[in-house]
């Protein structure tokens, strides 16, 4: 029901002078861009926006992002569920100040009922893992901090 919503605002948007719609409706934040140079698609609930057509969609959680950390970012590179370790009885992958290898499995990323695992693409130290155990992760939201 709300993706119709989401449509109408994706007509509005096409059709005025206006390049940047955000609206509010049933606790869902909408910013409709038009052009945009970053496309970003995300949801909390599995992947209902990418049923839509327009790739300049965007659906963001009202938490300010307070990370003032020097170093590389790993971001998550799809929406989904962060899980620390393999499974609860696990321990997790890495820990802050882990040194980590290029290759090496930091997180698991569940999305659309796949497990994900997602590898270091640098070596270093972990200095913040920025994401809790279960936490809702959106597309290139930083994860990590690796010095």
């Known amino acids: 029901m709300w993706q119709d919503k989401v449509k109408e605002v994706i007509d509005i948007l096409e059709n005025s002078n206006v390049n940047e719609i955000e609206v509010t409706f049933w606790g869902r934040k909408i910013r409709v861009v038009k052009n945009a140079s970053n496309v970003i698609s995300s949801t909390s609930s599995s992947s209902d926006l990418s049923k839509i057509k327009s790739p300049n969609v965007e659906e963001k959680n009202d938490k300010p992002s307070t990370v003032d950390d020097t170093?590389?970012?790993?971001?998550?590179?799809?929406?989904?569920?962060?899980?620390?370790?393999?499974?609860?009885?696990?321990?997790?992958?890495?820990?802050?100040?882990?040194?980590?290898?290029?290759?090496?499995?930091?997180?698991?990323?569940?999305?659309?009922?796949?497990?994900?695992?997602?590898?270091?693409?640098?070596?270093?130290?972990?200095?913040?893992?920025?994401?809790?155990?279960?936490?809702?992760?959106?597309?290139?939201?930083?994860?990590?901090?690796?010095?």
């Open 71 to 147: 170093g590389e970012k790993v971001l998550s590179p799809m929406p989904g569920v962060f899980y620390s370790a393999q499974s609860p009885d696990k321990p997790p992958f890495v820990s802050e100040g882990d040194q980590v290898k290029i290759g090496q499995t930091l997180c698991i990323i569940e999305s659309m009922k796949i497990m994900n695992e997602i590898e270091s693409e640098q070596s270093g130290i972990i200095k913040k893992i920025l994401v809790n155990n279960s936490d809702p992760v959106e597309f290139n939201q930083p994860l990590f901090i690796i010095e």
